[in-house]
């Protein structure tokens, strides 16, 4: 079977972790031998200002070979802040010359899209040019936020009635979908992957000494107790209540925010006012070998989002011996299934902290931390997925 899927997310040369979760996912189809996949990656770029926060993303080849994927990356016009309406309309235009040309030269069998907004819309164009069956996925965000825009919700409902499955991360998602007049007879849970190689429970003080030699100027001293939060630095994912919460929990609580993003100044200043210099860490974006390290080394993680489906942090964050601190959003009553998982708190400090020290003070051993992620596999992932792609086919 062949697949050709159409995700905004994915990594490239400039930005490797962006989108990795969908690169593993697709790399994890491909290892199954029963299909090829193609990925259509498309870059946007606006056509006549040429800002600096863009020049890295010029640089992306126009095709790569990871995995097993064959991954494409045309470019799209985009007006950044003003055209996210038009988006899908602009990456289609953009995508289906190609796409015509690779389905004439060995034809695919299916259409999917990684995102239902703007991938959705753009990949539901493509599958009718083709007259290929479409899936498409929802992750958390591309419904929770995209759903509350009039001219988008439009979209992702015109593009959900020509689809033939719709999935969702978590059951709450496919919850909050339906909601949103998307049919539910056609929607399948998909849960995320984990690469168990990379995350699992390293002894703790190991990997604090790992962690103080890869990155020392994190300085985090020896006798913290480290609570790590690991996601963008977007008013969203609620660094600020986090460190909010820091000042109510006892002086050698270390809190490591790992992440970038527009929001780290006036998260620095935060910190500077309340006096906590010296208990707060910005580690930046972490490289492939230094996350597992932080999380095998923190005794718990938190992420106050306002949303989210099933965030993929989380997950890390388990399979590594971190339980959880995080409010009642999206997926999490399917992820705290038990108490070594975490706790889950009204999005407010004095909530967030009294849950951190509920786990910090609980010690739970990471191995029944872990337990609670040995669910979450690529290839329990992968075979889902075909199992599900299988059946939309026919």
Known sequence: MRLLSLATLYPAPPRPGFGRFVQNQMEGLARRGDWEVTVINPIGLPPLLPLARYAALRTIPAVEHSGGVTVYHPRFALIPGLSGRFNPLLIARAVLPLA??????????????QF???????????????????AIKARGGDILYWGTRPAALAQIRAAADQARVLLSVSAALARDMVALGLPEERMQVHYTGLDHSRFYPRPRDDARRALAERLPALAIPATARIVASVGALIAIKGQALAIEALRDLPDNVALVLVGAGPDEAALRQ???RAGLDARVRFAGSLGHDDLPLLLSAAEAMVLASEREGIANAWIEALASGAPLVIPDVGGAREVIDRPAAGRLVAREPAAIAQGLRDVLDAQFDPAEVAAVAARFTWDTNAARLAEIYRAAIG
């Open 100 to 113: 015509r040309r690779l389905h004439a030269e060995r034809p695919f069998d299916m259409v999917d899209a």
């Open 116 to 134: 239902f907004y703007p991938d959705g819309p753009a990949a539901a164009r493509i599958a009718r040019a083709l007259n290929l069956p479409l």
């Open 270 to 272: 935060q910190v500077a």
